[in-house]
T-cell receptor
């Protein structure tokens, strides 16, 4: 079945440590790929997106993501996490043949001082 | 440019009632999508409206409906509320001049509690 997976439900990192959040998708063609962040009680904010071209994408707040076609992955990274990054992170996919977003289950990030 | 706005932000209803939620998209955006977010099911797509027409629909019962007005504002309605309808309802807008891949911008959501 076509889906978006985020294998880590919850990740805890120390402030200043590096971060990688995983996202895998199972669609035949390369879909459009997005990462969103949601703070408690808030809507979703776009961090970055990949449509085509350079497979390393830079986003806001110091985040980047790398698209790897061979692994059907679009992992999110940040070299040094700040306490304000604590939130829930969603990977989302838009298959080329349709326009509705499919969201992964989300990864909750906790940051230790 | 103002972002996506949703009203009301919070609602408490009882089973069997109906509810209407409102969404005003970013100026110039013609597509509005609705999502339901719950702890158990995550983010699920409800439907998308473009130029006052429903263009896409998720897998929800007919109790969930929506519409879009000529100014792109959208409403969604849930009739005969059930306890399981308690959720955060998110609205997102996009330019959507072409199908597929348009970035969606989300509102803060309406939190609905059904008692």
């Amino acid at each position: 079945a076509q889906s978006v997976t985020q294998p880590d439900i919850h990740i805890t990192v120390s402030e200043g440590a590096s971060l990688e959040l995983k996202c895998n998708y199972s669609y035949g063609a390369t879909p459009y790929l997005f990462w969103y962040v949601q703070s408690p009680g808030q809507g979703l904010q776009l961090l970055l997106k990949y449509f085509s071209g350079d497979t390393l994408v830079q986003g806001i707040k110091g985040f980047e993501a790398e698209f790897k076609r061979s692994q059907s992955s679009f992992n999110l990274r940040k070299p040094s996490v700040h306490w304000s990054d604590a939130a829930e992170y969603f990977c989302a996919v838009v298959p080329l043949y349709g326009q509705n977003f499919v969201f992964g289950p989300g990864t909750r990030l906790s940051v230790l001082p | 440019k103002a972002g996506v706005t949703q009203t009301p932000r919070y609602l408490i209803k009882t089973r069997g009632q109906q509810v209407t939620l409102s969404c005003s998209p970013i100026s110039g955006h013609r597509s509005v999508s609705w999502y339901q977010q719950t702890p158990g099911q995550g983010l699920q797509f409800l439907f998308e409206y473009f130029s006052e027409t429903q263009r896409n629909k998720g897998n929800f019962p007919g109790r969930f409906s929506g519409r879009q007005f000529s100014n792109s504002r959208s409403e969604m309605n849930v009739s005969t509320l059930e306890l399981g309808d308690s959720a955060l309802y998110l609205c997102a807008s996009s330019l959507a001049n072409r199908q597929g891949g348009e970035t969606q911008y989300f509102g803060p959501g309406t939190r609905l509690l059904v008692l």
